[in-house]
């Protein structure tokens, strides 16, 4: 015979199986490293997240052509991460606009047509997510040596 204590448990553990089985997938921990190769090209970012604020680092370190590192900050709205990338490249500093979708495995980085204002570029139509933008999950053992600068 179940005693009053045990019944309410019993609820409270179903009620709690219950709300988790109603999350959508992509409200899992996003924090973590990201990497997109791309032949010598490389991108990583690093994402850390408390509540829908997002924080991080981001690192574009491309063959032959300039590169740039700098800060990522934002929010997470669904399954889309907002970000500002505020980084330095050529001895200059930008703000850059960036979208990613929360994919499995991974993030989706988000293309659209963009605009400049001042030292920031923006989306201003259509952002599109595909998987030739993929940024895969990472150790972050793997790659924290590149964001010793």
């Known amino acids: 015979m179940q005693t009053r204590e045990d019944k309410k448990a019993t609820a409270s553990s179903n009620s709690s199986a219950t709300t988790s089985n109603s999350e959508p997938s992509y409200a899992t921990g996003i924090d973590g490293c990201y990497m997109k190769v791309t032949g010598r090209d490389t991108a990583i970012l690093m994402l850390a997240k408390k509540g829908n604020d997002l924080q991080g680092k981001m690192i574009y370190d491309n063959y ?39 994919a499995p495995g991974g993030l989706l980085r988000g293309m659209g047509s963009m605009d400049v204002k001042s030292d920031t570029t923006y989306f201003i139509s259509g952002i599109n997510y595909s998987d030739l933008e993929v940024f895969s999950r990472v150790d972050c053992e793997l790659v924290k040596n590149k964001f010793e600068y």
């Not at 052509?65 to 399954?79: A, C, H, P, V």
């Not at 505020?86 to 979208?99: A, L, Q």
């Open 64 to 102: 032959q052509k300039d590169g740039s590192s700098g800060t990522i900050k934002g929010k997470q709205e669904g399954n889309i991460l907002k970000l500002f990338y505020d980084f330095n490249s050529e001895g200059m500093r930008s703000v850059m606009e960036v979208y990613f979708k929360i």
